[in-house]
C-alpha cells in the first residue's frame, strides 16, 4: 500500500504531465492535418482569451453560467443520475427571468425586479429538471431519455416564443426578442463587461455547493444513494426522494445561469441563449472527476479555449471547432488516466 | 391535394428514413450484446463528413461510403475499448465522444462546406416503380435506400435465426454466463459494437451522398443520433420494430415540412424541433404504459397496454454493465 506521500504525490504530478505532452501532441497532429500551423493557433488561443483585459472580461462572462451549470451537475451526479438536461434547465431559466423583465420596471424597482428575474430563473430550472426526475422515479423513463426530450422541448418553445407572442414589433427573426431597456440590465464594470454581481453570486454558490455536499446531511445522504442505493434504502434513505431533491438543486443552478444569459450577457432572450453550456459543463464535471473540486478552475479552461477560438477562423481560416476538440480530447484522456489508475491499484496488493 | 402529391410525399418519407433505420439498426446491434453507444449524434456527423470529403475528393462514392463506415467504426471502437476493456462507463465515454466527433466534422469538414459533390442516384427498379403510388414510394430510390430495407430482414435473420445470432443475444443478457460457457464475452461485444458502429456510419454517408447530399454546418443531421437512440427503446430492441419507429419518426419530419407549406405564418424552426418532442413523448407514454400494465392484474389490458405491448419490449438484461471475467 502507498500512502499520499511525497511518492504518491510526485507520481501523480508525473501522470498529469505525460497526459499534457500527449494532448498537446495529439492536438498538434489534428492541426498539421487540417493544414493549419499549430504554434500560430495556440499563440491564438492563449491571446484570444487572456490576452488584454476585455479578452479575460469575456472569459470571465461565459464562467459565470458554465461553472453555475458545473455546481448543479455535481449535486445530481452525486446521488447517481445523468442529468443531460441541463441545456433545457439554462433554457428554461431563461425563459422564466425573460417572463419576469418583460413586466417592466412599472411595478417596482428595476433591482428588485432583476433579483425576480433571478428567482423566476431558479424556478424555472428546478421545475424543469424536477419534470425531468420525476419522469424517471414515477414514468419509469431513463433521465438520459427525459432530459435530452425535455431539452428539444425547451428550445422549441423558446423559438416558439421568440417567433410568436414574444416577437419583436412588426419582425420575428432569429436575433430574439427586443432588448430589454437598460435599467434591467445587470450592472456591469464599463468597458470591460464584467459584472460584479455574477462573478459574487457564482462564487457564493461554489462555496455554499461544497458547504452543502460536506457538511450537511442531505450531502451525506446524496453519497450514500450515489454509491450503493440498495444499502442507503435498507439504512431508511429514501432514494427516489433524494433524486428528485438533486435534481432540483441541478435545475435551480441551471435555471440561474439562464437568467444571467438574459440579465447580464445579451439582454433579451435568443435562440442560443443556452450557448451550449448545458453540454459543456458535463464535460467541465467529468474531467474533474465527478466532483467540485477542480470545477471551476477547468470551466475557466474551457471557456478560455472557446473564447481564444472565436479568433481562429478569421486568423488562420480553421474553423473554431477545434476549441471542442480539444476539450473532448481532455476528457477522454482523464477517463484513460482514471482506468489506468483503477487498474494499477487493482493490481497492488 | 392530388395523387401524384400523395406518392412524392411516401417517397420522401421513404428516403428520409434510410438513415434514422440503418443508424437505430446499428445501435440495435451493439445494445443487444449490452454496450449502449451513446455518440450516435457525433458518429452520424462525424461519418457525413468523412463520406462526402472522400467521395469529393476521389470522385467515387462506394469509396465516400466506405469512408463513413470506417469512421462510424473507428468511434465505436473507442467507445468499446474504453468501456469494455478499460471499465469507464459507457454513458460518459459515449458522451465525450458525440461532441468531440461533432466538433472533428465541423474541423476538417470546414473546406468542403457548401461544395457540390457525388451522391447516389435513383435506381428505379424495372417494372416495380411504375405501380402507381407504392412504385414512387418504394421503388424509385437510390441503392442505400434499398439497402437500408434489406438491413431490417437481415438484422432480424441475423439475431433469430442464426447460432452467432443466439450468441449475440446470450451476451447481452448474461455476459457471466456465456463467458463460463466458453464465449470471450467481452470480445463479442466489441465486435458488434464495431459493426454497429459500421452501420452508424453508412447512416451518415447516406445523409451525405443521398438524402441531403453535400456538407455544411448545420448539416441537417444534427439530433437525429439522439432519436436513433430513441427509437432502439421505441421498438423494443426488436430490429422490424424498430426500423417502424424510424419510419414513423421519418413521417412526422416530412409532415412537419407539410406543415409549414400549410401554414406559413408558423415559424420553420419551430416544425424542425417539433418531431423531437413528439418521439420522446411517445417514449414517454410507452414506458409509463408499460409500467401499468404489468401492475393491473385483474381485468382486460387496456388498449393503451395492447399498443404498447405489440411496440415495447425488454432491454437486454447486461445493457450498459460493464463485464469483467476475472
Redesign the interface.
Not at chain 1, 471547432?321 to 476538440?325: E, Q, T
Not at chain 2, 465541423?106 to 470546414?110: I, S, T
Given at each position: 500500500m502507498i500512502g499520499k506521500g511525497r511518492k504518491g504525490w510526485n507520481r501523480t504530478l508525473f501522470e498529469i504531465l505525460v497526459m499534457l505532452a500527449g494532448l498537446f501532441a495529439l492536438n498538434t497532429i489534428?492541426l498539421l492535418?487540417?493544414g493549419a500551423p499549430p504554434i500560430e493557433a495556440f499563440k491564438y488561443l492563449f491571446q484570444g482569451s487572456l490576452g488584454s483585459w476585455i479578452k479575460i472580461g469575456q472569459v470571465l462572462t461565459g464562467w459565470i453560467p458554465l461553472t453555475l451549470c458545473a455546481c448543479g451537475l455535481v449535486f445530481s451526479f452525486r446521488v447517481g443520475l445523468?442529468n443531460?438536461g441541463v441545456e433545457g434547465q439554462v433554457l428554461a431559466g431563461a425563459v422564466c427571468a425573460t417572463a419576469v423583465l418583460r413586466l417592466g420596471t412599472d411595478g417596482g424597482a428595476p433591482s428588485l425586479m432583476l433579483v425576480m428575474a433571478f428567482l423566476g430563473g431558479v424556478l424555472g430550472g428546478s421545475l424543469w429538471a424536477v419534470l425531468a426526475g420525476v419522469?424517471k422515479t414515477k414514468?419509469?423513463?431513463?433521465e438520459?431519455?427525459?432530459g435530452?426530450?425535455?431539452n428539444?422541448?425547451a428550445?422549441?418553445i423558446t423559438?416558439?416564443l421568440i417567433?410568436?407572442p414574444w416577437k419583436r414589433p412588426g419582425i420575428?427573426s432569429?436575433s430574439g426578442t427586443e432588448v430589454f431597456p437598460k435599467a434591467l440590465w445587470l450592472p456591469a464594470i464599463q468597458g470591460l463587461r464584467i459584472n460584479p454581481g455574477g462573478l459574487a453570486l457564482t462564487v457564493g454558490v461554489i462555496l455554499l455547493t461544497g458547504w452543502m455536499l460536506r457538511q450537511t446531511r442531505l450531502g451525506l445522504a446524496l453519497k450514500g444513494i450515489g454509491s450503493n442505493p440498495r444499502a442507503a434504502y435498507l439504512h431508511g434513505l429514501k432514494p427516489q426522494r433524494y433524486f428528485i431533491v438533486a435534481m432540483a438543486l441541478a435545475g435551480a443552478c441551471a435555471g440561474m445561469a439562464g437568467a444571467f444569459q438574459v440579465t447580464g450577457v445579451y439582454h433579451r432572450l435568443i435562440?442560443s441563449i443556452s450557448s451550449n453550456y448545458g453540454?459543456l459543463a458535463?464535460?467541465v464535471v467529468?474531467l474533474a472527476g465527478f466532483r467540485l473540486g477542480w470545477s471551476p478552475a477547468i470551466a475557466f479552461f474551457f471557456v478560455s479555449l472557446n473564447v481564444g477560438s472565436i479568433q481562429l477562423p478569421m486568423m488562420l481560416q480553421?474553423?473554431s471547432?477545434?476549441?471542442?476538440?480539444i476539450?473532448?480530447?481532455f476528457?477522454?484522456a482523464a477517463?484513460?488516466l482514471?482506468?489506468w489508475r483503477?487498474?494499477r491499484k487493482g493490481t497492488e496488493p | 391535394m392530388n395523387d401524384l402529391n400523395v406518392a412524392v410525399i411516401l417517397g420522401s418519407i421513404v428516403a428520409g428514413a434510410a438513415p434514422i433505420v440503418l443508424a437505430s439498426l446499428g445501435e440495435t446491434i451493439s445494445e443487444k450484446a449490452g454496450v449502449i453507444n451513446?455518440s450516435l449524434d457525433g458518429s452520424i456527423l462525424l461519418s457525413a463528413m468523412v463520406a462526402f470529403v472522400t467521395a469529393f475528393e476521389t470522385k467515387n462514392l462506394l469509396l465516400g461510403f466506405a469512408g463513413g463506415a470506417a469512421a462510424g467504426a473507428v468511434i465505436a471502437g473507442?467507445v468499446g475499448l474504453?468501456s469494455i476493456y478499460?471499465?469507464?462507463s459507457q454513458?460518459?465515454?459515449g458522451?465525450?465522444?458525440t461532441?468531440?466527433a461533432?466538433?472533428?466534422a465541423?474541423?476538417?469538414?470546414?473546406p468542403y462546406a457548401r461544395q457540390y459533390g457525388p451522391q447516389v442516384i435513383p435506381w428505379p427498379i424495372p417494372g416495380l416503380h411504375e405501380i402507381p403510388l407504392v412504385g414512387q414510394a418504394f421503388f424509385n430510390h437510390g441503392w442505400i435506400v434499398y439497402a437500408s430495407m434489406l438491413m431490417i430482414f437481415l438484422c432480424w435473420w441475423y439475431f433469430y435465426r442464426t447460432p452467432q445470432g443466439l450468441r449475440l443475444r446470450m451476451v447481452g443478457e448474461h455476459p457471466e454466463a456465456a463467458y463460463a460457457r466458453g464465449t470471450d464475452s467481452r470480445a463479442v461485444q466489441m465486435t458488434y459494437t464495431v459493426i454497429g458502429g459500421l452501420l452508424v456510419g453508412l447512416a451518415g454517408a447516406a445523409f451525405s451522398l443521398c438524402v441531403k447530399p453535400g456538407w455544411g454546418?448545420p448539416q441537417g443531421a444534427e439530433?437525429t443520433g439522439?432519436i436513433a437512440?430513441?427509437i432502439v427503446?421505441f421498438g423494443g430492441w426488436h430490429p422490424v420494430k424498430v426500423a417502424l419507429g424510424a419510419y414513423l419518426f421519418s413521417f412526422l419530419q416530412v409532415m412537419g415540412i407539410q406543415f409549414q407549406r400549410w401554414w406559413p405564418s408558423?415559424?420553420a424552426?419551430?416544425f424542425q424541433?417539433?418531431p423531437?418532442?413528439l418521439?420522446?413523448?411517445t417514449?414517454?407514454l410507452l414506458?409509463?404504459a408499460?409500467?401499468r400494465s404489468g401492475a393491473d392484474l385483474d381485468g382486460a389490458p387496456s388498449i393503451l397496454a395492447r399498443i404498447v405491448g405489440v411496440l415495447g419490449g425488454a432491454p437486454p438484461r447486461a445493457l450498459g454493465k460493464t463485464f469483467s471475467p476475472e
Open positions: 489534428i492535418i487540417a445523468w443531460i419522469l414514468g419509469g423513463v431513463n438520459i431519455f427525459g435530452l426530450g425535455l428539444f422541448v428550445q422549441g423559438l416558439w417567433f410568436g420575428a432569429m435562440p453540454y458535463l464535460l467529468m480553421v474553423d471547432s477545434l476549441s471542442g476538440i476539450q473532448g480530447t476528457v477522454l477517463l484513460l482514471y482506468a483503477r487498474k | 451513446l473507442v474504453f478499460l471499465g469507464q454513458v460518459a465515454v458522451f465525450v465522444l461532441l468531440t461533432r466538433d472533428l465541423y474541423f476538417f469538414g470546414n454546418r439530433g439522439w437512440l430513441a427503446i408558423i415559424p424552426q419551430v424541433v417539433a423531437f418532442p418521439m420522446i413523448f417514449l414517454l414506458s409509463a408499460q409500467r
